[in-house]
């Protein structure tokens, strides 16, 4: 049995283009949450055309990487890993709009459960938070930390409020420490 850290590193090398901590493993999610995925011979295929996605964009080449997300939803409409791969293609390529019709896609075949909707609510997280709208994003986090998602509870540490000040104190302090500002410490 692989322990967690072993499993995050081989996340890291199969999933690139995840946030490192991002991968959640089935036996980490509830029964009732975990993705229930029909094993077809379209999902195979579209698994086999989502791979060649996903070594076209650690190529650097995002356009056929979108060209194979595309042909395995074409393929397998209903798996919703297809819609978050090209949905993270696309936000790459700067179709922040396409990305996400193709992650509220994922969130609805999914129905909210498993891997599946975990990186969708990650990703959906993270382009609100690009955008500024920190009160969506931090909703998205909360459902992807409810999933299992680590990378997503680390993000709604980072934007408490109260969290953000304790860490400012904290690094004010260091850093008077630093240059002898403090002594009666």
Do not use: W
Request: proline share 4%; with cysteine; glycine share 6%.
């Amino acid at each position: 049995m692989s322990s967690a850290g072993d499993r995050a590193i081989l996340n890291s090398i199969f999933n690139p283009l995840l946030p490192v901590g991002e991968c959640v493993y089935e036996e980490n999610i509830p029964e009732e949450l975990r993705d229930q995925e029909e094993i077809t011979p379209e999902n195979e295929e579209a698994k086999v055309l989502e791979l060649e996605g996903v070594k076209s964009a650690e190529a650097g080449n995002v356009a056929a990487a979108v060209i194979s997300f595309s042909k395995a939803i074409e393929i397998a409409p209903n798996k919703p890993s297809c819609y978050n791969n090209r949905a993270q293609a696309l936000r790459l390529q700067g179709h922040v709009a396409e990305a996400m019709t193709d992650l509220d896609a994922a969130l609805e075949l999914s129905q909210g459960k498993g891997r599946a909707a975990c990186q969708a609510y990650t990703q959906r997280a993270m382009i609100h938070r690009l955008r500024g709208d920190n009160d969506k994003a931090r909703l998205d986090f909360q459902e992807a930390a409810n999933l299992g998602s680590e990378f997503a509870k680390a993000q709604l540490v980072q934007m408490n409020p109260y969290a953000a000040l304790c860490n400012k104190m904290l690094h004010d302090v260091f850093s008077k420490l630093q240059r002898g500002e403090c002594t009666g410490v």
